[in-house]
């Protein structure tokens, strides 16, 4: 014993410095009606396991006011589902502000402004339904430089996504013929109020360079009164997809939280079909797709969420949520058209699909730590 407290100071006194690693996550368990219809009109309902994802991070002090972090994380959808890889990211702090190279989940800052008390299995956006007013979240690489000017935080980003035009969830490695980006944005935070703008270009490598890019245009913001926090969002993307919108409404009351979401997407134009899509350089259409997938000619959609948190502890809640969906349109399958890039695509003329989503709730128990 008295060896090893020797030991231990004899380390101390060399200055050596020590990673400091920590665990967080969540698992969340739920009752729940999932929102898609099958084909007999019926939902899947009972219990599952739709939230549970653990990170761990390891921060090392490298002297100089500099400090290094590698963050990684998993999905744990519980019995029967393969644990998988969430973000695993590289980030250097220091006087210069911050830089962080790796793979993220990204949902964008329009899911940011939403009331998190609303929670659903595809009302938030995600990676694999694109049925939801809201833009999917994506699976991306990319490296993020930031920095605080005052009370602004500046951020400059060149990212990629995966290999194949659709496919934002891809194993592949590299960006053969994928799509890369680079977005430059500010937010600015003081006292009670938050606004953020983001603007993103998007296009193509490889063969494709020429191909027209893709503009999109986030404008957020959150006001918190304290007896009520609001949230508005707005995005706009050029290449011919639709605006969408959101508001939010966040009211506390002790251990309760009440919740009110609206987000809603104008009606989605269809590509010129009359060249089968492939020419892709007359509206950006190869970009525009890749990251709107299948909404080519969807009718105009909304949602509306209510919810209900209350909080045992900071780190233990129980949520009651229930949305609506409303005119969502879906794949029209009897008429195919098939492309270049794209041998799987069901496109179809704007407004004349069925709506995809119906309704869905949920009761979840939720414990983070």
């Known amino acids: 014993m008295k060896k090893t407290l020797i030991a231990l100071a004899a380390l101390a006194a060399t200055g050596a410095t020590f990673a400091q690693a920590t665990i967080s996550g969540n698992v969340g368990f739920s009752w729940q009606q999932s929102p898609v219809k099958a084909a007999n009109g019926s939902h899947v309902q009972g219990f599952a396991i739709q939230d549970g994802e653990i990170y761990i991070a390891a921060t090392e002090d490298l002297g100089g006011g500099m400090s290094a972090t590698a963050r990684g994380g998993f999905t744990m959808r519980g019995r029967g589902n393969a644990i998988a890889d969430r973000d695993a990211t590289v980030t250097l702090t220091g006087?210069?502000?911050a830089l962080t190279a790796g793979a993220f989940r990204?949902?964008?800052s329009l899911a940011g402004v939403q009331s998190g008390v609303v929670t659903g299995t595809v009302y938030s956006a995600n990676e694999s339904n694109n049925y939801t007013p809201l833009d999917k979240c994506s699976l991306v690489d990319a490296l993020v430089y930031s920095m605080p000017v005052g009370p602004v935080m500046l951020s400059a980003t060149y990212g990629e996504f995966g290999s194949a035009v659709a496919d934002t969830t891809s194993t592949d490695r590299g960006n053969t013929t994928g799509i890369t980006f680079t977005d430059l944005g500010g937010v600015y935070t003081s006292g009670p109020v938050m606004a953020g703008l983001n603007v993103t270009v998007f296009g193509a490598?490889?063969?494709?360079?020429a191909v027209d890019s893709v503009v999109r245009t986030r404008l957020v913001g959150t006001y918190d009164a304290g007896v009520a926090k609001v949230g508005l969002g707005y995005q706009n993307k050029t290449g011919g997809s639709a605006d969408q919108y959101v508001a939010s409404l966040a009211v506390p009351m002790?251990?309760?939280v009440f919740g009110l979401d609206y987000t809603a997407r104008g009606a989605q134009g269809a590509y010129d079909r009359t060249a089968g899509y492939t020419d892709f350089t007359k509206t950006g259409a190869f970009a525009a797709y890749a990251l709107g997938a299948t909404r080519e000619g969807d009718k105009a959609s909304s949602s509306l969420g209510l919810g209900v948190t209350y909080s045992f502890s900071k780190?233990?809640?129980l949520n009651a949520s229930y949305i609506t969906y409303t005119d969502v349109g879906a794949n029209d399958s009897a008429n195919p058209v098939v492309s270049t890039y794209n041998t799987a695509a069901?496109?179809?003329?704007?407004g004349t699909t069925p709506s995809q989503l119906d309704t869905e709730y949920r009761i979840r128990l939720m414990k983070s730590f």
Request: aromatic share 4%.
């Open 106 to 108: 990204t949902c964008g």
């Open 254 to 256: 002790g251990n309760v």
């Open 315 to 317: 780190t233990t809640t």
């Open 95 to 97: 006087k210069f502000g």
């Open 346 to 350: 069901t496109l179809r003329p704007a």
């Open 205 to 209: 490598v490889g063969a494709l360079a």
